[in-house]
């Protein structure tokens, strides 16, 4: 079964899919340290699912980014596919 057909994915498998995070482990280090939020809620928990609408905002190298996730991946690929995950909503 693939990300698509569920209609969910883990926030951080989603977050290293979207390249915003180079691997798992520090996107999952990332929410840990509260510096995630999907939908306005704090989220420490790198399992929280997220789905095609939410909203993530994600505080990290030195900038904060208000995204709308459009797509949950199957895969880390290019960064030309990552941008296709989600759309930019303030920065």
Same mark, same amino acid.
Request: charged share 25%.
């Given at each position: 079964?693939? *990300? ?12 290293? @899919?979207? %390249?915003?995070?180079?691997? =798992?482990? +520090? ?19 790198? *399992? ?12 990290? @190298?030195? %900038?904060?980014?208000?995204? =709308?996730? +459009? ?21």
């Amino acid at each position: 079964m693939s *990300a698509g057909d569920s209609g969910a994915i883990r926030l951080d498998r989603w977050l290293h @899919h979207a %390249r915003l995070f180079r691997t =798992r482990t +520090l996107a999952a280090d990332a929410i840990g340290a509260g510096g995630i939020r999907v939908n306005g809620q704090p989220c420490r928990k790198p *399992a929280q699912v997220v789905r095609g609408g939410d909203t993530v905002t994600v505080s990290a @190298h030195g %900038r904060v980014r208000v995204l =709308r996730v +459009l797509l949950l991946g199957e895969r880390r690929g290019p960064a030309s596919e990552a941008a296709l995950l989600y759309e930019e909503i303030e920065s």
